[in-house]
């Protein structure tokens, strides 16, 4: 079932596909493998194969069940475009959210090629947000497949930031999350490497969002950069929260 989400960013997360394969380096410490221990050792029936790949059709109709419209992030415990989603799979999930255009759905991927791919088989209501993961230069190359998209909102997750990443292409881009690894055995992130992001966000007006420093103790590091807190949204989220 869907879960209410502590992840900043996001207010829901709905897992109709669970388990992945890593495929770079941001994958190093996934937290997702790391929950899907907790979740397997409480009983959960989703995760009862651990971190192997699965698709759950029982979940898809969840979202038409809730009345309050909600900030859904798609598959927060997997990848919604891994190589093994069957695109009739798929095409059944874009479905339940282009019927559903009260909430907003946020699909994070590290495979915008397969995004990319799929495009056109699918219908990509303004309720449906396309992101890619962007954690070091190598990775950078996701952003051009992110633009092929044709969506209302483009994104990008720089989370874990790993190293600097000057001169961070923004073209067709609407939003910007950065944020620090945490957990056991989290990767150290520069404060400038994060300031040099903000100021091209803000030069170029691309809401900017600071998820958090990271490290062993993410809550003691806390998610404050110069003093204050970064929780810029794209603005379709601001005026439907001024809606309600």
């Known amino acids: 079932m869907a879960q209410k989400s502590k992840i900043e960013w996001t207010e829901m997360t709905w897992n109709s596909v669970t388990g992945c394969t890593k495929t770079s380096a941001g994958c ?5 493998e790391r929950m899907t221990k907790r979740l397997q050792g409480a009983g959960m029936p989703k995760y009862s ?6 698709v759950h059709p029982e979940v898809l109709d969840e979202p038409r069940r809730w009345r309050k ?4 992030f798609v598959n927060s415990m997997s990848d919604t475009f891994h190589e093994k989603v069957p695109l ?4 059944k999930l874009f479905a339940v959210m282009n019927e559903c255009p009260q909430h907003t759905f946020q699909v994070l991927t590290k495979r915008p090629h397969i995004a990319a791919e799929h495009a056109a088989q699918l219908r990509w209501t303004d309720n449906i947000w396309i992101g890619a993961t962007v954690e070091d230069r190598k990775s950078l ?3 051009a497949h992110v633009r092929k998209i044709p969506v209302a909102v483009r994104f990008l997750s720089l989370e874990p930031l790993l190293e600097r990443i000057p001169c961070l292409p923004l073209s067709k881009i609407d939003w910007v999350i950065v944020g620090g690894e945490s957990g056991p055995g989290a990767r150290p992130m520069e404060k400038d490497w ?5 100021d091209r966000c803000v030069d170029r007006g691309v809401p900017f969002f600071f998820k958090q420093w ?4 993410k809550k003691k590091a806390g998610r404050k950069l110069d003093g204050r807190f970064w929780d810029e ?12």
């Open 28 to 32: 190093r410490n996934c937290y997702a």
């Open 49 to 54: 194969k651990g971190f192997q790949f699965a």
């Open 69 to 72: 419209p909600r900030l859904v």
């Open 88 to 91: 009739p799979f798929l095409k």
């Open 141 to 143: 190359s996701r952003i």
């Open 194 to 198: 994060v300031r040099e992001v903000r």
């Open 214 to 217: 990271g490290g062993v103790n």
């Open 233 to 244: 949204m794209p603005n379709v989220v601001v005026q439907k929260r001024e809606e309600r």
